[in-house]
């Protein structure tokens, strides 16, 4: 890790990404009762008062670890449209899973899910010394898969557990590397760049998190 905390917010080209705020808590509430967003996860929605929910959210908010991070996800005017983590770095294997919900359905297939996991990716493989990121969705779950195949994930593995069956996904850091290398030729082309010596395109190539599509 770098060892001090990056800026909030991470901005990527249609999404923000920020630490989560207690004023997050009614939205979060409310996809986690949504027994179809829950299907989706492979969960069973929450069941309690909204004060319990509250209660547990409130100690959750103070257990951010150097192994686990989570972020709610805002449109670049604000709203809050879901969340994202990040949680099991493992240093020894140079890996962490990550996690997202978009829970807002005015926001689905519309291209947020990927910017949120493309700033996410960016986010983990610029601040933490890791390989390898990886997650899981269910087999069935094709709106998920392609939003990560989008985002360079391949599908690398099965795995079932608890009666339901996941495809495991993963990005290593050297495909993330080349897809942001592509990312900046593109950019340089596009605005007329190309061609022009490395050392000038080097110092374009520091791009701010969350650029690459
Ligand atoms: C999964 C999720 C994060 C994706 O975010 P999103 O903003 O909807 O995804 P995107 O718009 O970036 O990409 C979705 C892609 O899937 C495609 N898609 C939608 N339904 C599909 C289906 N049934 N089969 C195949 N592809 C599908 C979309 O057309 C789009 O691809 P395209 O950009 O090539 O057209 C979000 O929909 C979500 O949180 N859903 C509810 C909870 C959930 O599924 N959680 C499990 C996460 S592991």
Request: aromatic share 10%.
């Amino acid at each position: 890790m770098s060892g001090k905390v990056a800026p909030e917010p991470i901005t990527g080209a249609k999404v923000r990404l920020r630490s989560k705020q207690m004023s997050d808590a009614r939205d979060d509430y409310a996809w986690q009762k949504d027994p179809e967003l829950t299907r989706l996860d492979a969960a069973l929605p929450f069941t309690g008062s909204f004060a319990r929910y509250l209660a547990d959210y409130a100690s959750e908010m103070n257990f951010s670890t150097p192994a686990r991070r989570r972020f709610g996800v805002e449109t670049l005017s604000g709203k809050h449209i879901g969340s994202c983590t990040y949680y099991d770095v493992d240093y020894d294997r140079g890996e962490a899973e990550i996690g997202i919900l978009i829970g807002d359905r005015d926001y689905w297939n519309k291209g947020y899910g990927a910017d949120a996991v493309n700033t996410l990716v960016n986010h983990v493989f610029t601040e933490l010394n890791l390989r390898r990121i990886y997650l899981r969705t269910l087999e069935w779950n094709h709106r998920a898969q392609r939003c990560f195949q989008k985002c360079g994930f391949t599908a690398c593995g099965r795995l079932e557990q608890d009666g339901y069956d996941f495809t495991r996904m993963e990005l290593r850091r050297e495909d993330w590397e080349k897809r942001r290398r592509s990312s900046v030729e593109q950019d340089h082309s596009a605005t007329g760049m190309a061609g022009r010596p490395p050392e000038d395109t080097r110092s374009d190539a520091a791009a701010p998190p969350g650029s690459i599509p």
